[in-house]
């Protein structure tokens, strides 16, 4: 029997509408038994609910591309009404309160799931805060333990894991007194079975824009991205050239393309400002 493929994620590599040139497209043509299970705006909460359904099934040879998003985006009950929205809903560091991004969009950009998103956030707002108040310190460092568990499954069951991490750690950023890097926290080395990336993807994707134009983005603002995958078709290409490496366990230091675009071709600018500006970056 051929061995799986199987890629877990969020925006970064959703194939919602998405051209060939995209890496997880043409790893396909690769493995065409690859299925993407990636989906836009969530997070590993959902991700490894998904994972865990697979993992009696995994076997000798398979594969696990793995991106790690925020693990502040909860898997809310109300999976159907927030699809592909569950980063609306999120935690403020600052405010130390949940919030809905939809909150002050102007009215004329509201639609109808965005009012029900509204008041599915109003009605559960309280029960959300003190969830995210219980479980702050193990969201903080929840990214570490996954990847840990990543690990010692591609041990365990002899299977190659391939994992990415997104964004910096919350922790540093709402000042928390669990000051834990990936670095120091994981002295994993790469093996036959298992490749971390030591980069993030979040900044290989914010730095394709020239430097002089990276103060034009604006956090307080709610920015489209006009890429697939949030990557330009190059470095979509040095992704798939270094995945491929590391499924095959070949030397390969992936020198991603930056400082090559101008801001507006990148980004759009929306006139949703943002009342309680908070850091991040994609939706």
Same mark, same amino acid.
């Given at each position: 029997?051929?061995?799986?493929?199987?890629?877990?994620?969020?925006?970064?590599?959703?194939?919602?509408?998405?051209?060939?040139?995209?890496?997880?497209?043409?790893?396909?043509?690769?493995?065409?038994?690859?299925?993407?299970?990636?989906?836009?705006?969530?997070?590993?909460?959902?991700?490894?609910?998904?994972?865990?359904?697979?993992?009696?099934?995994?076997?000798?040879?398979?594969?696990?591309?793995?991106?790690?998003?925020?693990?502040?985006?909860?898997?809310?009950?109300?999976?159907?009404?927030?699809?592909?929205?569950?980063?609306?809903?999120?935690?403020?560091?600052?405010?130390?309160?949940?919030?809905?991004?939809?909150?002050?969009?102007?009215?004329?950009?509201?639609?109808?799931?965005?009012?029900?998103?509204?008041?599915?956030?109003?009605?559960?707002?309280?029960?959300?805060?003190?969830?995210?108040?219980?479980?702050?310190?193990?969201?903080?460092?929840?990214?570490?333990?996954?990847?840990?568990?990543?690990?010692?499954?591609?041990?365990?069951?002899?299977?190659?894991?391939?994992?990415?991490?997104?964004?910096?750690?919350?922790?540093?950023?709402?000042? $928390?007194?669990? %000051?834990?890097?990936?670095?120091? &926290?994981? @002295?994993? /080395? +790469? !093996?036959?079975?298992?490749?971390?990336?030591?980069?993030?993807?979040?900044?290989? $994707?914010?730095? %394709?824009?020239?430097?002089?134009? &990276?103060? @034009?983005? /604006? +956090? !307080?603002?709610?920015?489209?991205?006009?890429?697939?995958?949030?990557?330009?078709?190059?470095?979509?290409?040095?992704?798939?050239?270094?995945?491929?490496?590391?499924?095959? !366990?070949?030397?390969?230091?992936?020198?991603?393309?930056?400082?090559?675009?101008?801001?507006?071709?990148?980004?759009?600018?929306?006139?949703?400002?943002?009342?309680?500006?908070?850091?991040?970056?994609?939706?």
């Amino acid at each position: 029997m051929e061995n799986k493929v199987l890629i877990f994620g969020d925006s970064y590599a959703d194939p919602n509408n998405c051209p060939e040139y995209t890496w997880h497209k043409r790893l396909k043509k690769i493995y065409p038994n690859a299925r993407n299970f990636a989906e836009s705006g969530t997070g590993p909460h959902y991700t490894f609910s998904l994972f865990y359904e697979k993992i009696s099934k995994l076997k000798k040879g398979d594969i696990i591309i793995f991106l790690l998003s925020d693990p502040f985006r909860i898997h809310w009950p109300a999976h159907t009404l927030l699809h592909r929205e569950l980063s609306a809903i999120r935690w403020n560091g600052e405010t130390k309160e949940t919030e809905c991004a939809f909150y002050d969009y102007p009215e004329n950009l509201k639609n109808s799931k965005h009012i029900k998103i509204i008041n599915y956030y109003n009605e559960y707002k309280k029960e959300m805060d003190f969830f995210y108040k219980t479980y702050m310190k193990e969201l903080e460092i929840s990214n570490e333990k996954n990847i840990s568990f990543l690990y010692a499954i591609s041990q365990a069951l002899n299977l190659k894991v391939i994992v990415f991490a997104l964004f910096p750690q919350l922790g540093n950023q709402f000042d $928390s007194d669990i %000051e834990i890097t990936r670095s120091s &926290l994981l @002295k994993l /080395n +790469n !093996n036959i079975n298992f490749h971390l990336c030591d980069q993030l993807l979040s900044t290989i $994707s914010h730095n %394709e824009v020239y430097k002089d134009e &990276l103060h @034009k983005y /604006n +956090n !307080n603002l709610r920015q489209g991205d006009k890429r697939r995958n949030h990557l330009s078709p190059k470095n979509h290409d040095i992704m798939f050239e270094y995945i491929l490496s590391a499924i095959h !366990n070949y030397p390969f230091v992936p020198s991603f393309k930056k400082h090559f675009l101008h801001y507006d071709e990148v980004y759009q600018e929306n006139v949703h400002v943002k009342s309680n500006p908070i850091q991040y970056i994609y939706e």
